[in-house]
């Protein structure tokens, strides 16, 4: 398991992401904050759209950015934080978990890493923080192991 310290950095850089979030319509800001193997966080935030079903969340945009960098298998944990945004900060005391797409999405790349990802969720005010491994969120999870592309 991490230690609190890169726990609470990743959790502030999925903050910050949030702050970038293009949520027009809903209003609720996401972010997410990818931990390499090798270190490196890699942030996203979530892009709605008005036709609604082309949204993008923050987790999808993150793995996407590794994706496309050639580091889909290199993934350690994830941070996801969400709430309203007021001012600076953001509203909401209950830690905001990832959608069934993202958990899917994210189990792509925990797969590809061949790691049960720590999956930290977080509050928009900062006040709670939940943890899971992967595997939690999503038991008997389909993946390119199922296909058989990895063991």
């Not at 079903?53 to 590794?66: F, P, Q, R, S, W």
């Not at 509203?91 to 990802?117: F, K, M, Y």
């Not at 709670?128 to 192991?145: D, I, M």
Request: with cysteine.
């Amino acid at each position: 398991m991490t230690d609190t310290t890169t726990r609470n950095a990743l959790i502030a850089a999925a903050r910050d992401a949030a702050s970038h979030a293009y949520a027009p319509y809903s209003g609720f800001h996401v972010g997410a904050a990818l931990l390499l193997k090798n270190g490196d966080v890699v942030t996203g935030a979530n892009v709605e759209n008005a036709s609604y079903g082309l949204t993008l969340c923050a987790e999808t945009a993150a793995v996407a950015k590794i994706a496309n960098e050639g580091w889909i298998g290199e993934l350690a944990e994830v941070a996801i934080v969400g709430g309203r945004p007021d001012g600076e900060a953001l509203t909401g005391s209950d830690p905001v978990h990832p959608c069934g797409r993202c958990r899917q999405i994210l189990n792509e790349a925990a797969e590809r890493s061949q790691t049960d990802i720590l999956v930290h969720c977080a509050s928009g005010d900062d006040s709670a923080v939940a943890t899971y491994k992967l595997s939690e969120l999503l038991p008997a999870a389909f993946g390119p192991k199922d296909l058989g592309l990895i063991d």
